[in-house]
């Protein structure tokens, strides 16, 4: 018999499964990653360390489908653009925010993709010493506004009467259309505010 | 034998048993809740209705903590308390904020706390048409930048050469200097661009 042409398990598999189980919304440790993989748990550990492991996997299996590959010589196309596809990955995979947020990265691909967004900030003029603030401003920005994508539909729901939440609600917009005009009024308020960053120096 | 002065169960309880879980970084499903507090999984099923439930009594718990209790007068003032209060809330639970995030928020008082804040934002001017999707600017950065402030020492630790990462890490600032002095940033950022939009109304 020939050897299987194609690994069962590689470390983009596993990345790969875990992201599924994770946009699933089930949960997607070792066990449950081996299980959808029809594999046994203690093959999972020949490619990966644990759970650890794992996240940092899926955070490279998730930058290969977000990451964004633009010219980079404006730096406020390659922001904009990268604030709406981690906004996007966010929102597909809430469950695994915290566990990306809590843990050091290390992979160089994760490393490289950070370090040409800390080269785009560079070029575009911003001061050296606040350019990790403003990416992790970034960040922060990218991981509320995908979790608020991921909200449901209805954010409230009073039963009781209000001075002024109802009133608004009644006129206001929900669901998708409702996170997307948040998340322009977002991203206004932080392009405007870098811009000036930039003017000020 | 009389009765226990104190219930073994009640809401308020069963939220705080929760969010004792989550702080601590363990699970904090029904089946948790009731080993820690000691009963039966059946008996919690008196007091809540499953995991939606239970993240909503863990919400109005956590409300009680960090709730802002200021003088409405001055929105900035009070949009600054909460931003903060928040952005600890949020850093103290951070594998609770997906689930918080999920679910429309029905309690009475966390209604009546976003009441308040939709209120002060109203009395202070802004436009009517605008609260909602400030309310949930506000809130997508409180927990951005709890989540930032729940990451690690280091964020990143590139173990190849870099164009401008690591010359920038070298000289960076770590753990909580890092993560609060992103936040003062954040918060200027926003707060600025707050002001202006209450200018040009």
Redesign the interface.
């Known amino acids: 018999m020939s050897r299987p042409s194609t690994p069962r398990l590689s470390p983009e598999i596993i990345g790969d499964a875990g992201l599924a189980l994770s946009r699933a919304g089930e949960p997607f440790g070792v066990n449950a990653i081996a299980r959808h993989l029809g594999v046994r748990s203690s093959s999972l550990y020949n490619h990966v360390d644990g759970m650890d492991g794992i996240v940092e996997l899926m955070r490279v299996r998730l930058l290969a489908t977000y990451r964004v590959d633009l010219p980079r010589e404006r730096w406020e196309e390659y922001v904009l653009a990268m604030l709406r596809a981690q906004r996007q990955a966010y929102a597909d995979h809430?469950?695994l925010?915290?566990l990306l947020?809590?843990?050091?990265?290390?992979s160089?691909t994760?490393?490289?993709a950070?370090?040409d967004l800390?080269?785009v900030l560079?070029d575009g003029g911003f001061l050296?010493?606040?350019?990790?603030?403003?990416i992790?401003?970034l960040?922060?920005?990218?991981?509320?506004?995908g979790?608020?994508l991921?909200?449901?539909d209805?954010?409230?729901?009073?039963?009781?009467e209000?001075?002024?939440?109802?009133?608004?609600?009644e006129?206001?917009?929900r669901g998708r259309a409702?996170?997307d005009?948040?998340f322009e009024?977002?991203v206004?308020?932080?392009m405007?505010?870098l811009r000036?960053r930039l003017t000020n120096t």
């Open positions: 809430p469950s925010v915290p947020v809590g843990k050091t990265m290390t160089p994760v490393v490289e950070y370090d800390a080269t560079a050296e010493e606040e350019i990790l603030s403003i992790a401003v960040d922060a920005f990218a991981i509320g506004f979790l608020d991921a909200a449901p209805d954010i409230w729901q009073p039963n009781e209000t001075r002024t939440l109802r009133r608004l609600l006129s206001g917009e409702r996170a005009h948040t009024l977002g206004s308020v932080l405007d505010s000036a």
